[in-house]
C-alpha cells in the first residue's frame, strides 16, 4: 500500500529555535497533504492543508508565520515551527492524498514527536 | 458544519469480548465515514471507511461498522476482543461532496484496553 513517512519521528530543541518537520509520500505523488497536531491524550486538530507549489490554508486559530508549510513537490511537504516555545511541544502527524489515481483516501504518517525545552 | 462525537473515552473488555466503540456523527452534507486505529507514538492506520454504498462495512482485522442514518451513528464491533486491539481508535467525518477524503474531522477518540 501507499507509505507515508515523517522524519525526524523524536526530536528535542531549545526554546527559540526553529524545527523542521519533512513528510514524504514514497510511492505515490500526494496533491495535497494535510498536517494535524495531536496533544496528550487528545485527538487530532487539522492545521493546514498542503497543495503542491501553492500556499498552505491554514485552520482558523493556526498561526501561519509560526507554523511554516511548504509543498515543493508532489512528494514532500515540510513543517517548520519556527522560534519554538514549550507550549509547541506536541505530536505532530501529516497526511497525504494520492487523489483520484488512489482512490482519494489519506495515507497517514507516523508522526513526529516535538519536545521543546 | 461536521462534528464527530465519541461517547466513551475509555472502554475496557475482557479478551474473547464484544468490542463496541460508539461514534455519532453530525453532517449537513451526505458524509463519509472512517474509523481509525492509533497505536502508542504511531500514525493513524485506517480501520475501514463508508462511502454511500454498503451501510454495513467490514474492516481490517475483523472490525466492522454499521452506518445507521436515522441514528446518525457509525459504531464500530468486533465479536472478539484481542490483546493486539488495545489502542486509540478514533472516528471522523469528511465532507462527500469535497471527494471525500479530504480535510477529516476527527471525534475525541477512545481508548481501548482488553484484558485477560
Known amino acids: 500500500g501507499a507509505v507515508v513517512s515523517q522524519h525526524p519521528s523524536w526530536v528535542i530543541c531549545k526554546s527559540g529555535t526553529s524545527v523542521k518537520i519533512e513528510c514524504r509520500s514514497l510511492?505515490?505523488?500526494?496533491?495535497?497533504m494535510f498536517w494535524y497536531r495531536q496533544f496528550p491524550k487528545q485527538s487530532l486538530m487539522l492545521m493546514a492543508t498542503s497543495n503542491e507549489g501553492s500556499k498552505a490554508t491554514y485552520e482558523q486559530g493556526v498561526e501561519k508565520d509560526k507554523f511554516l508549510i511548504n509543498h515543493a513537490s508532489l512528494t514532500l511537504s515540510t513543517l517548520t515551527v519556527t522560534s519554538a516555545h514549550p507550549e509547541d511541544s506536541s505530536f505532530y502527524i501529516c497526511?497525504?492524498?494520492?487523489?483520484?489515481?488512489?482512490?482519494?483516501?489519506?495515507?497517514f504518517g507516523e508522526g513526529s514527536r516535538l519536545t521543546v525545552l | 458544519a461536521q462534528s464527530v462525537t465519541q461517547l466513551g473515552s475509555h472502554v475496557s473488555v475482557s479478551e474473547g469480548a464484544l468490542v463496541l466503540l460508539r461514534c455519532n456523527y453530525s453532517s449537513s452534507v451526505p458524509p463519509y465515514l472512517f474509523w481509525y486505529v492509533q497505536y502508542p507514538n504511531q500514525g493513524l492506520q485506517l480501520l475501514l471507511k463508508?462511502?454511500?454504498?454498503?451501510?454495513l462495512v467490514k474492516g481490517i482485522n475483523g472490525f466492522e461498522a454499521e452506518f445507521k442514518k436515522s441514528e446518525t451513528s457509525f459504531h464500530l464491533t468486533k465479536p472478539s476482543a484481542h490483546m493486539r486491539d488495545a489502542a486509540e481508535y478514533f472516528c471522523?467525518?469528511?465532507?462527500?461532496?469535497?471527494?471525500?477524503?479530504?480535510?477529516?474531522?476527527f471525534g475525541a477518540g477512545t481508548r481501548l484496553a482488553v484484558h485477560p
Open positions: 471522523a467525518v469528511s465532507d462527500a461532496s469535497s471527494g471525500g477524503y479530504n480535510k477529516l474531522i
Open positions: 463508508y462511502t454511500s454504498a454498503a451501510t
Open positions: 510511492d505515490f505523488q500526494a496533491t495535497t
Open positions: 497526511s497525504a492524498s494520492g487523489g483520484a489515481i488512489l482512490g482519494g483516501e489519506l495515507f
